[in-house]
């Protein structure tokens, strides 16, 4: 028999000492192993998440890096895009805090270790016992949080992308459109709807009195119907041109920016020859910033009520219809259009960042006030 052992089982207060230690050393042991296997947890279902891309977006550019921190490409799934940003900031930083706090609680861990055997001989173990247990403590509260969702439901642990709807510009264009002609809609009929039609007034604020309340309807500039040149047909097989709904005012894309003009007193901009009146002569945009255009002809800062948009022909895979968007100041631009549900009740009004329309369009052209 090793001399050591029978040394420990002649002396009982040294065997409670060994049998401690050893205690406290296979703890130390499962602790590191639970803390690992609790983090490869994490990242396997923090892993999991992450898509990949079918085209190349700009990627978000951090002021303070963290280590190891990488951004997904975006997924385009149809007319969605499935933006993984911020969920790969928040699983990155809690990486990052993983790694650390793992660290630390080792190192805490192995110092205190190092305390227990020294001081074993002494009996003054407390300080030590003390140590090593804080650090096991601090990674049950780290780790608790996350532990407890994943044995209640995998699923939570994992951080799900942003999605948000795209624009087809073919599909765009295909559902709207516009026709030559005068808005004709009265002002009493308009301030019935709540939007205020005096020749004055903020272009924003006047702009979005529209919002809820108009319907589109190709050829449509504010009168009531019959509207000839819408051909589409209503779910229950009622023509469009033969309806406007009550409570809202139809309007195409020209219709609309025209009637803005008229309710704000701006100057026209040949919006009765509607896209192709509007943007015949215009200068095509070269590139966008969030508030302003750059043209062959200069650097433009948009002010409200300036004009963007095509006219038919400039589209190549839908020549026949022009469009045409209102900026309304601080980098957004307002349209009436009959994609997406336009030609349902009062959901005709669209709200948008330039940019992303610049970055839509393969063709755009400026007009100013």
């Known amino acids: ?36 296997g609790l983090f490869f947890i994490s990242l396997t279902n923090i892993e999991a998440s992450n898509s990949t891309s079918t085209e190349t977006y700009s990627v978000p550019k951090l002021s303070i890096k963290i280590p190891n921190l990488s951004f997904s490409q975006i997924l385009k799934d149809g007319d969605q895009l499935k933006i993984n940003y911020l969920a790969d900031y928040v699983d990155g930083f809690y990486k990052y805090l993983l790694t650390i706090t793992i660290t630390i609680a080792v190192i805490m861990g192995s110092v205190g270790g190092v305390q227990y055997i020294l001081a074993s001989g002494s009996g003054n173990v407390k300080e030590a016992e003390k140590r090593i247990e804080q ?26 992308a942003l999605v948000m709807e ?32 005096t020749g004055s007034g903020d272009v924003a604020t006047i702009a979005k009195q529209f919002q809820g309340k108009t319907t589109y309807r190709l050829g449509a500039k504010g009168g ?30 020209s219709g609309f920016v025209a009637m803005v003009a008229k309710c704000t007193g701006l100057p026209p901009r040949n919006e009765d ?5 509007i943007f015949q002569n215009a200068e095509v945009i070269e590139s966008c910033t969030k508030t302003g255009v750059k043209t062959a002809g ?24 022009g469009h045409v968007f209102m900026y309304v100041g601080n980098g957004s631009v307002m349209d009436s259009h009959g994609s997406k549900g336009g030609r349902s009740a009062g959901n005709a009004i669209g709200f948008q960042p330039l940019e992303k329309i610049c970055n839509i369009f393969p063709v755009l052209r400026f007009v100013d006030r």
């Open 135 to 160: 650090a096991i403590i601090g990674m049950v509260i780290l780790f608790s949080a996350v532990l407890i969702l994943f044995i209640v439901n995998p699923q939570l642990t994992i951080m799900k």
């Open 166 to 197: 795209t624009i087809d510009p073919v599909e765009y264009v295909r559902e709207s459109g516009d026709e030559p002609g005068g808005v004709n809609a009265s002002g009493s009929s308009l301030q019935s709807l709540g939007i205020s039609c």
């Open 298 to 321: 200069g650097t433009y800062e948009l002010t409200p009520g300036d004009l963007i948009g095509f006219k038919a022909g400039d589209f190549t895979k839908q020549k026949s219809f």
């Open 1 to 36: 028999m090793n001399k050591n052992f029978s040394y420990l089982l002649k002396d009982k207060k040294h065997l409670c000492n060994f049998m401690h230690r050893a205690w406290y050393r296979s703890l130390t042991i499962g602790f590191l192993i639970v803390c690992f």
């Open 224 to 253: 009531p119907p019959p509207y000839p040149a819408d051909t589409k047909t209503a779910p229950d097989g009622t023509p469009y041109k033969n309806f406007c709904p009550n409570g809202s005012v139809c309007l195409d894309c």
């Open 273 to 277: 020859g509607g896209t192709w009146g």
